[in-house]
């Protein structure tokens, strides 16, 4: 699976405005209801499931990187949102360090292994070191898609 | 000492695979043992104490992985692994129906 087959262009942060974790989820996901409606009323309810299921356990795997994510049935395949934050959020992250890239994914309810590859994806890509700092360094929303097309592209140069 | 190597394949049988949680506790056991381990699928071979490299594997439903511990406490960490993935399958339910394969 590529990031284009799931992250929806049009719901990247640069900056986000949030600066706590319930708050950036809330960015997020109003972020993808504007991109890909995700139907009437519906981003409240998803905004709450994802906040429940951050607190039972963080979805902050380390090097600053969280990924929060919820099943829901408003979607038919997994769509995701990406935010970044120069100020760091606490994510109550495993390695206990802020998060400065947060990437919110939402999974249909009946297609469990589409949701694992997309996370192969993600985690594939947020390992490597230079793809982070790439990451990190985008000035614009441009960058950043740049990036991520460049990763479904040539994924050995990055 | 002799260097004690336990290699065995495991199948993944809850439904939804081994996403985070279920990766998680795999690597919080993974972390209770001394010994390395690996785990390999048919492109990858991990460090089966990480969550973001355990969650390159994508397991799904039905997939196999491979377990290689290297270590005086291998055959331990192997056996309590496999209990959790085989049979507590992370205290997740199976399919519903049985996938066709």
């Known amino acids: 699976m590529k990031f284009a087959d799931f992250v929806c262009f049009e719901a990247i942060i640069l900056e986000l405005k949030a600066i706590d974790r319930d708050g950036v989820i809330a960015e997020l996901v109003s972020a993808l209801d504007k991109a890909c409606r995700l139907g009437k009323g519906k981003s409240r309810e998803i905004i709450k499931a994802v906040i429940e ?63 694992l590859q997309a996370m192969e994806n993600i985690f594939r890509h947020l390992q490597q070191d230079k793809f982070r700092r790439f990451l990190r360094q985008s000035q614009t929303v441009e960058d950043i898609k740049d990036l991520l097309q460049e990763a479904d592209e040539n994924p050995s140069l990055l | 000492m002799e260097t004690v190597v336990c290699e065995t394949e495991l199948e993944i049988k809850n439904a939804d695979g081994l996403h985070m949680r279920p990766a998680m506790r795999f690597v919080d056991i993974a972390n209770l043992y001394e010994c390395d381990i690996t785990v390999s699928n048919s492109e990858n071979s991990v460090d089966g104490k990480s969550i973001m490299q355990m969650s390159m594997l ?5 997939a196999k992985l491979k377990v290689r511990a290297e270590g005086s406490d291998a055959q331990q960490a192997v056996s ?22």
Do not use: W
């Open chain 1, 53 to 115: 299921r951050e607190n039972e356990a963080s979805t902050g795997m380390g090097k600053g990187i969280a990924v929060p994510h919820v099943k829901h049935a408003v979607v038919k395949d997994v769509v995701a949102a990406v935010g970044q934050s120069s100020v760091g959020i606490d994510f109550s992250a495993l390695d206990k360090q802020p998060v400065y890239s947060v990437i919110l994914l939402i999974s249909p309810v009946d297609n469990p292994d589409r949701h």
């Open chain 2, 58 to 62: 994508a397991a799904t439903c039905g």
């Open chain 2, 80 to 101: 309590t692994l496999r209990e959790l993935v085989e049979e507590k399958m992370f205290d997740e339910p199976p399919p519903r129906n049985k996938k066709k394969s």
